[in-house]
């Protein structure tokens, strides 16, 4: 691209200078990730864990489905696919504002689903017809840590205190606390062409981006394994179900290993409490156990359905 050379129009310009800019952003930071990220097999964990387990973390409960479905999580899915698309764009502070979303949806999805919340108060919610909006970060994660007293036996840090420090440490960027929160520290811009900043790679903005990134994941790991314990359990739902397993609520064996490996370190302890002792996971082990297995039969029935 010639910038001495650009068309006269104004939005064209901006066209054709994004267009000369974002195949090479792209490619370096592709590059960097496989050859230089340090922790390049937890981040693909974390987007595989995105892009096929998210969604599927709610519980299958009809009672709870009825109040928002899975949308809070699905949504969660499309911020988190947002964020690794603006961060190999070169764009990295917007990619906080999407982790911030998601996080806010999460954590509104599990509070939404709790016993204490009303029916109606979530459905409004969901209809977008809410008084209130979406509920208030800090409040839902106070109403989640009152609903699971006993997960706060055996840690010295409080699941909800180390996911609300992250929730404002993501909200100091976005809100620009400061200089070290200001769009050349976050996400630089070293060319300037026709009065545009031009994306362009940055590997400690991008290796930055990318922690966030990673770092929100597995407590939103955190979260749906604590608000659905269940998960942390595989079941192996097409032994008993076929092609037509519950919607949602329950992870194959291989799903559960990977929600465990996400879970930060200093809360594993209690995770494998939890696998240990919940009672609502014996419950739904013997429940499954108490299935028969599908017949070959019942199998080619669901098929020709």
């Known amino acids: 691209m010639n910038p001495f050379n650009l068309p006269k129009e104004s939005f064209n310009a901006r066209r054709d200078i994004l267009l000369s800019s974002l195949e090479s952003v792209i490619t370096e930071t592709s590059n960097y990730i496989y050859n230089d990220y340090p922790n390049l097999e937890k981040l693909e964990q974390a987007e595989s864990f995105c892009t096929h387990e998210l969604?599927?973390?709610p519980t299958a409960r009809a009672d709870h489905?009825?109040?928002v479905s899975i949308f809070p999580w699905v949504e969660a899915v499309h911020e988190l696919d947002s964020c690794l698309t603006v961060i190999f764009q070169g764009n990295y502070k917007n990619a906080f504002d999407s982790l911030r979303r998601a996080l806010e949806l999460?954590?509104?999805?599990?509070f939404f689903v709790l016993d204490s919340t009303e029916s109606e108060k979530a459905k409004k919610w969901m209809h977008s017809v809410s008084d209130?909006?979406?509920?208030?970060?800090k409040r839902a994660l106070s109403a989640l840590k009152k609903a699971t007293p006993q997960y706060d036996q055996d840690n010295d840090e409080l699941w909800t205190d180390v996911l609300l420090e992250h929730y404002w440490d993501i909200c100091n960027v976005i809100h620009v606390n400061g200089l070290e929160n200001s769009f050349n520290i976050i996400s630089p811009r070293f060319r300037h062409i026709n009065g545009m900043g031009v994306p362009q790679f940055d590997k400690k903005a991008c290796s930055q981006s990318l922690s966030y990134y990673l770092k929100t994941v597995e407590l939103i790991a955190l979260t749906v394994a604590l608000s659905n314990p269940v998960l942390l359990v595989g079941f192996d739902m097409e032994r008993k179900f076929g092609i037509n397993p519950p919607m949602s609520g329950f992870y194959s064996p291989v799903q559960a290993e990977n929600l465990a490996c996400l879970i930060p370190d200093n809360f594993q302890k209690l995770i494998a409490r939890i696998k240990e002792t919940d009672t609502n996971i014996s419950s739904i082990q013997h429940w499954y156990d108490s299935l028969p297995d599908i017949t070959e039969e019942e199998l080619n029935a669901q098929f020709e359905r």
């Open 65 to 67: 489905l009825e109040k």
């Open 106 to 110: 999460v954590v509104a999805g599990s």
């Open 55 to 57: 969604m599927e973390a």
């Open 132 to 137: 209130n909006g979406t509920p208030n970060f």
